[in-house]
């Protein structure tokens, strides 16, 4: 076991600990079977090609080994992480000595240290007063009242605004880029709201934090809440203050009386639309404003509301041109140098994140290197079976956490706090120390070449995933990053609840990722010398996607075809050659099974998000693929199609009762519908020929084929009803099920060579 900071007893206590996961061993041991496995299907499909042009299904056959070369390197590449999978366990009880001297005496009767340690632990008591606490900035990003409601945002910043961190180091920033009055005065209620709820929050340790979320979790009084009058008064004012805001959002135009209220409202007389308006920047709540304090006489934290500039002729650079915007205007206001990314929708769920990730930061060894602390995207819609496998836990809980065994955790975009410079441009060096109280000192002692390298833009332009290749780019400059996935999720957002919602959103995230592999970030060459191999192989597992598609398309077109017409592609069921194939077979879902269940999924739910992962490598990484490349010809342009966050009440009853939603005839349905048919006439064409023609040695070669079709029939049971058998409004159209067959048919005609 590593200890993660200065475990050596003349310097101070750790604050956090790094732990590997347990069996790492014996995985790498499973893992080398499985590669032989592999190794042995390649051997057979090498020296098994069909000899000559009299024999059919030799071109088949070499798409076969092609598919088959690159799923296998695929899978080399996915064992980077799953050979080190590690965690991280913060001390936050050792920073709360900033707490004051009592609690020392306390916390060192139950320290199992020695003497000596007494005087380090009283050096490190000073050395971490209140006062050197460092200002956290946080930046949440929104962009469109009609898709990300008002109240959603509002809940967000509320939330943040009523972390346990003293209040004067925390300020708030909400971007708006739909410039939107709407969003505006939702914040303005806010600003009123969070006077009654921060106090509110912290007198009773309310969790989470969230009004929204709080009140859903508890509709009644809670036995334990001492004053009921307070919980009711809580609750009321925020009932009153959502109904206020999303009428107002409903008729779309602000009321004469509220706009007299806030001077802010001001902004809006001269024409602003979404894509042309001057900058607004209104700072609702100034922190240091000694009359600016809750009901209570308690000190707030800051909140400001931006809306940059935005010209029909600039490109705006969507969120990283959002998250650069706030990163200057926040520079000019508070300039803490911590920084929080959120997405409007990811509530803070646990107060006291941000005393854990000083536990990172604030570590005496290591805290140093440390540039940026990604925590886990999870989402507080998820069903019980999670129908679109949006939960991730896999990802969650194995993959991120074997790259963060790197120290070269991915930048997600959202729930993740940087240190300001090094998300500026700074390159770490071996004398770097973290300054926190900037304010004294800011920009006094700092060289030029340190202010033109500060003040160089964030977050990298140019992609739709601007915040894997900016984190990439942190760590080239010599950073670490690390991953915390703690057992109280630190922030929930919400999960897309209709398919093409979340085949979208795996598009863009496809696509911008494929983009960073084309470009001059690749990782093996960008990163090259910079960052551990393990870990270049790690950012490919998702830079990669976009291509997996093309293998995938292979296995689950040509094998139903070639059994149509009794062309086998794999060996005999007797044949020792089939047991490579049985063996990775297994031993990949027995293995993809354990993992799901140990992350805590149902079993139904691993079988969805095995359905889902057909869909998307066949839909929407598909055309992820194909876009990159007319992009690469210079035929598109980059675009971020934002994540709808509501729904009607139909839609939002089916996700409930996990009835998949498709209810529209996009490109990517007509392609899964397709590959739905083709297989089930391959399944059927192929057994039907093999009785009637009493073919049966036949059979015994085609058996992993049907296998294979049995497989992907099962999977699309769903798909087949809303193709056929459903009537609601989230079944696929008539002329899906029209396009579909058609195109299936006719690709049963393509001559196999
Ligand atoms: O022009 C834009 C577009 C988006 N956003 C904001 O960016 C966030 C993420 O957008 P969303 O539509 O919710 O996309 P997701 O797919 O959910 O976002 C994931 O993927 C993005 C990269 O593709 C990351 O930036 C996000 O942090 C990550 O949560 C939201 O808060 C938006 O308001 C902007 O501020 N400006
Ligand atoms: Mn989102």
């Given at each position: 076991m590593d200890k993660g900071g200065g475990g050596h007893g003349e310097e101070a206590l750790p604050l956090f600990e790094t732990k590997e996961a347990r069996f790492r061993g014996a995985y790498k041991l499973f893992a080398s079977t499985v590669f032989v496995g592999i190794c042995f299907i390649w051997v057979y499909r090498v020296t098994h090609?069909?000899?000559?042009?009299?024999?059919?299904?030799r071109w088949a056959w070499i798409g076969m080994l092609m598919a088959e070369l690159w799923f296998g390197l695929y899978w080399i590449l996915t064992q980077s992480v799953r050979v080190n999978v590690t965690y991280r366990y913060p001390f936050k009880d050792r920073l709360?000595?900033?707490?004051?001297?009592?609690?020392l005496g306390l916390e060192i009767g139950n320290s199992?240290?020695?003497?000596?340690k007494f005087y380090t632990l009283f050096a490190y008591v000073f050395s971490r007063s209140e006062e050197k606490l460092p200002g956290v900035d946080i930046f949440v990003c929104t962009a469109d009242p009609k898709m990300e409601p008002p109240t959603l945002v509002i809940n967000t910043v509320l939330s943040a605004m009523s972390y346990n961190y003293p209040p004067e180091k925390l300020s708030v920033y909400l971007s708006d880029d739909g410039g939107s009055e709407l969003t505006f005065y939702a914040l303005v209620e806010a600003t009123r709201f969070c006077k009654h709820w921060i106090p509110f929050c912290k007198k009773f340790s309310?969790?989470?934090?969230s009004p929204a979320a709080y009140f859903a979790q508890h509709s009644n009084l809670p036995d334990?809440?001492?004053?009921p009058q307070d919980w009711l008064a809580n609750k009321r004012l925020y009932e009153e203050m959502e109904k206020r805001i999303d009428s107002t959002v409903e008729k779309g135009m602000i009321p004469k009386e509220v706009r007299d209220q806030?001077?802010?409202?001001?902004?809006?007389?001269?024409k602003v639309t979404k894509q042309d308006h001057q900058s607004i920047v209104q700072i609702?709540?100034?922190?240091?404003?000694?009359?600016?304090?809750?009901?209570?006489?308690g000190p707030l934290p800051t909140l400001v509301y931006v809306a940059r500039e935005k010209r029909p002729?600039?490109?705006?650079?969507?969120k990283a041109g959002a998250v650069n915007a706030l990163i200057r205007v926040s520079s000019e206001i508070s300039d803490g140098p911590l920084i929080l990314n959120l997405d409007?929708?990811?509530?803070?769920?646990?107060?006291d994140t941000v005393q854990e990730i000083l536990c990172f930061f604030m570590d005496?060894?290591?805290?140093?290197?440390?540039a940026f602390v990604q925590f886990p995207q999870n989402y507080d819609?998820?069903?019980?079976?999670?129908i679109y496998g949006a939960s991730c836990s896999v990802v969650n809980k194995i993959e991120l956490a074997g790259i963060g065994?790197?120290?070269?955790?991915?930048?997600?975009?959202?729930g993740c706090f940087h240190r300001r410079e090094s998300l500026c441009g700074k390159v770490y060096s071996e004398d770097y120390k973290g300054k926190w109280d900037r304010d004294s000192e800011?920009?006094?002692?700092?060289?030029v070449n340190e202010l033109e390298a500060a003040s160089k833009i964030g977050l990298i332009y140019g992609c739709p995933v601007e915040d894997i290749v900016t984190g990439l780019a942190i760590q080239c400059r010599g950073w670490k990053s690390l991953y915390y996935n703690p057992d109280r999720k630190a922030f929930l957002g919400v999960a897309p609840t209709t398919l093409d919602v979340s085949l979208v959103q795996h598009k863009r995230w496809s696509e911008g990722m494929f983009q960073i592999f084309f470009s001059k970030y690749c990782p093996f060459l960008y990163g090259?010398?910079?960052?551990?191999f393990g870990s270049q192989m790690a950012y490919c597992i998702y830079l990669l996607w976009a291509p997996i598609s093309l293998p995938t398309l292979y296995y689950a077109i040509v094998p139903p075809l070639c059994l149509l017409r009794r062309i086998p592609l794999f060996p005999e069921v007797?044949?020792?050659?089939?047991l490579p194939f049985a063996y990775v077979f297994l031993a990949r879902n027995t293995c993809s099974i354990g993992e799901s269940l140990g992350c805590g999924d149902t079993l139904k739910a691993w079988w969805n998000s095995q359905r889902i992962w057909v869909i998307r490598r066949t839909t929407s990484y598909f055309f992820a693929f194909i876009d990159t490349m007319t992009r690469k010809l210079g035929l598109s342009q980059v675009a971020f199609a934002i994540t709808d966050k509501v729904v009607t009440e139909d839609v939002a009853r089916r996700y409930e009762e996990e009835v998949i939603e498709f209810g529209s005839s996009t490109i990517m349905f007509t392609l899964m519908a397709t590959l739905a048919m083709l297989n089930l006439f391959g399944l059927t064409g192929g057994i039907k020929k093999t009785v009637l023609d009493l073919e049966f040695q036949a059979v015994s070669r085609l058996i992993v084929q049907v296998f294979l079709a049995v497989l992907l029939v099962t999977i699309n049971i769903p798909v087949y009803q809303a193709l056929f058998f459903r009537n609601d409004k989230g079944r696929l159209p008539s002329s899906v099920v029209f396009k579909s067959i058609l195109l299936a048919s006719l690709v049963c005609l393509i001559p196999i060579i």
């Open positions: 090609i069909p000899a000559g042009a009299e024999e059919q299904g709360s000595y900033i707490r004051g001297k009592k609690k199992r240290h020695f003497l000596p309310v969790e989470p934090r334990d809440i001492p004053s806030h001077k802010g409202f001001s902004e809006w007389i001269s609702m709540i100034d922190g240091r404003d000694k009359n600016a304090v809750d009901v209570d006489g002729q600039w490109p705006h650079n969507f409007c929708d990811m509530y803070a769920n646990n107060a005496e060894r290591k805290g140093n290197q440390i819609n998820i069903t019980k079976n999670d065994g790197y120290d070269a955790a991915l930048y997600c975009g959202t800011k920009n006094s002692d700092r060289t090259h010398g910079k960052i551990k007797t044949s020792l050659w089939f």
